[in-house]
């Protein structure tokens, strides 16, 4: 299944400044009997989100009607826990393209990458000054370029790292298997090399 195609976003953010957000957190696991990658950004981070009877919790970020955007604002290491790959479909299915955060789960950051999601590793204290940015002005403007890299808004730029292949990837809309089946060419002339030797 191909990913969707990333070069810039330009965007305000939903501010989430808490740190060691989990899987379970972000995904509940008994939310994860499906197959598909529909659906699941109904109940992203459901236990937060709505209280015991069902109804939309009025505290949590993601029901002020003040916030909104492509972009999650997170605490120092987002993505902890369980290896579920349902964590970045729930948080691309309800409609984010990018998270930033101070320190990433490795595993986290795979599928994030693997699903068309940008984790966008910062310091602490940039992180720190954007949050607080968002928080005070909801409509604060945040651009992320792939292409160079970079996260900016009106008070600061930072640069991030991103392994090539899957910057690569994500500039092209390329999953792993897109990939390979635009080496084919390639992998079959190496093929008939190795039969001539």
């Known amino acids: 299944?191909?990913?969707?195609?990333?070069?810039?976003?330009?965007?305000?953010?939903?501010?989430?400044?808490?740190?060691?957000?989990?899987?379970?957190?972000?995904?509940?696991?008994?939310?994860?009997?499906?197959?598909?990658?529909?659906?699941?950004?109904?109940?992203?981070?459901?236990?937060?989100?709505?209280?015991?009877?069902?109804?939309?919790n009025k505290d949590f970020v993601l029901n002020n009607p003040a916030y909104g955007g492509q972009i999650l604002l997170a605490g120092k290491n987002f993505g902890s826990g369980s290896s579920r790959e349902h964590a970045a479909w729930a948080i691309i299915d309800h409609g984010f393209r990018v998270v930033v955060s101070s320190f990433f789960a490795d595993i986290f950051k795979n599928n994030a990458l693997n699903n068309g999601l940008l984790p966008?590793?910062?310091?602490?204290?940039?992180?720190?000054?954007?949050?607080?940015?968002?928080?005070?002005?909801?409509?604060?403007?945040?651009?992320?370029?792939?292409?160079?890299?970079?996260?900016?808004?009106?008070?600061?730029?930072?640069?991030?790292?991103?392994?090539?292949?899957?910057k690569h990837c994500l500039l092209n809309g390329l999953d792993d298997i897109d990939y390979l089946l635009k080496q084919k060419d390639r992998i079959e002339a190496f093929e008939q090399k190795q039969l001539k030797t």
């Open 120 to 166: 966008v590793q910062v310091r602490e204290a940039f992180l720190q000054k954007l949050m607080q940015a968002v928080q005070s002005d909801a409509q604060t403007s945040i651009t992320v370029s792939l292409e160079d890299q970079t996260i900016r808004f009106a008070g600061g730029q930072e640069s991030f790292e991103i392994n090539a292949y899957k």
């Open 1 to 56: 299944m191909s990913i969707p195609q990333f070069t810039t976003l330009n965007s305000t953010a939903i501010p989430l400044p808490v740190e060691n957000i989990d899987t379970d957190q972000i995904i509940p696991a008994r939310f994860l009997k499906a197959t598909s990658r529909e659906g699941f950004g109904e109940n992203l981070f459901r236990d937060w989100r709505y209280n015991d009877e069902g109804s939309p």
